[in-house]
């Protein structure tokens, strides 16, 4: 696990990046607010709670930030577009092959960087919570309940393929649309088997991702079989510097 002591080049084309953004619920957040995009600052002011603000602050500033160096162009600039289902993905004025995927949660942000090849990357934080409480039927598909069942721990367990789900249906460019109990992502099975009637023509593949914060699960997805993983890890304070 590095740190962002030098900004690295694009990754390669069997290579993906993976920014980990700790720290995110800070109030020093609240001076981006006026830097985001519009768009940005105005879902930023709805929320409720201000841990929920800052968290999203700091994800919107990670995103920009690295885009921004990744493309050579100003924080300013990086722009968006999205398909049907709001999957974001780089404008077309960037001319740009690089594909990218954002997820946050309690005080982690999680950012997937590669280049052309779709990705999709999932964080949750499951300290505190209950996974009988949060049920899987209609959820988790038969093997993945069972998984659960059978598990030490299945708080873990249950955190684990969650983030592995929200990973695939992120990166195929469908989130919640796609039927979650008609696919199989569990743990130890590196290849995803859909079986709805809108899996993908390309075989996706799922990989759980340890980080150095404990409670969380993470994965990321990709039609690619095995790449390789480079892991960068940046505070908040870090992100706020570098503006």
């Not at 080049?9 to 995110?24: S, Y």
């Not at 005080?107 to 899987?136: H, I, Q």
């Not at 659960?148 to 684990?160: G, L, T």
Request: aromatic share 10%.
């Amino acid at each position: 696990l590095a740190r962002m002591t030098q900004f690295p080049g694009l990754p390669t084309r069997d290579e993906i990046h993976l920014w980990v953004a700790t720290g995110l619920l800070s109030p020093d957040l609240d001076t981006a607010l006026d830097i985001v995009a519009p768009e940005e600052q105005e879902r930023a002011r709805r929320f409720r709670f201000e841990t929920d603000r800052w968290r999203y602050l700091g994800g919107a500033l990670l995103q920009r930030l690295v885009l921004a160096r990744y493309l050579s162009c100003s924080f300013e600039d990086v722009s968006y577009s999205r398909n049907q289902w709001g999957k974001p993905s780089m404008d077309r004025s960037h001319n740009s092959a690089i594909q990218f995927s954002l997820s946050r949660s309690h005080k982690v942000a999680l950012f997937a960087v590669c280049e052309g090849v779709e990705v999709g990357a999932d964080l949750e934080y499951g300290l505190g919570k209950n996974a009988r409480d949060l049920g899987v039927a209609g959820i988790f598909c038969r093997e993945e309940q069972a998984f659960v069942s059978r598990a030490a721990d299945p708080n873990r367990a249950f955190f684990e393929i969650w983030a592995r789900k929200e990973a695939y249906i992120k990166g195929i460019g469908r989130g919640l649309s796609h039927p979650l109990g008609e696919f199989d992502v569990t743990p130890g099975k590196s290849i995803v088997h859909d079986w709805s009637v809108d899996t993908p023509s390309q075989a996706w593949q799922v990989r759980s991702i340890e980080l150095p914060d404990v409670g969380y699960g993470a994965a990321i997805a990709t039609p690619w079989s095995s790449p390789s993983i480079e892991m960068i890890e940046i505070d908040s304070g870090e992100l706020l510097a570098v503006l």
